[in-house]
């Protein structure tokens, strides 16, 4: 009976530990948040010129600051997402951004707005 319990533990162990390890190397690897300065200045500098840009001239809502592009978002996303035509579209007068683009704007959102 005693060494019956030894096989059993030892067994369950060996069940248990191997798991451990297999768990392990299915882990994801972690994909980094999107950020304000690295993945939001560039698309909104090449989409959203001249006339968000008050350097470039622009003189509606300026989006080359954080803070402006934070307050905003669902805003943007909202307008982006509209299609050419339509009341409110965004980038005004041109083509609707890809959708590679706008999942840009929607990931920064859901990792939280982060600035860098
Ligand atoms: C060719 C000029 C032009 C471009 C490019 C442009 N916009 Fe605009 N945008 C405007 C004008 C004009 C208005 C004001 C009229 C209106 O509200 O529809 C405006 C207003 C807005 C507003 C409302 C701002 C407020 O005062 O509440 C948002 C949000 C916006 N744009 C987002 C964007 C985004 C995001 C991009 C880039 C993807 C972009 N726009 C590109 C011309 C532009």
Known sequence: M???????????????LSNCSSAKKTTKV???KLTYETNMTAT???NCT????????????A???YANVKTDIDEMIRRIELNP????????????????T????????????LEK
């Open 2 to 16: 005693k060494k019956f319990f030894v096989i059993a533990i030892t067994g369950f162990t060996i069940i248990l």
């Open 50 to 61: 001249p006339c968000h840009i008050p350097s470039k001239g622009g003189n509606k809502k």
């Open 30 to 32: 972690e994909v980094p």
């Open 63 to 65: 989006y080359d600051n």
């Open 85 to 100: 035509g339509d009341r409110g579209f965004m980038p005004f007068k041109k083509a609707k951004l890809s959708d590679s």
């Open 44 to 46: 909104i500098m090449s």
């Open 102 to 113: 706008i999942a840009v704007f929607k990931q920064w959102k859901a990792d939280g707005m």
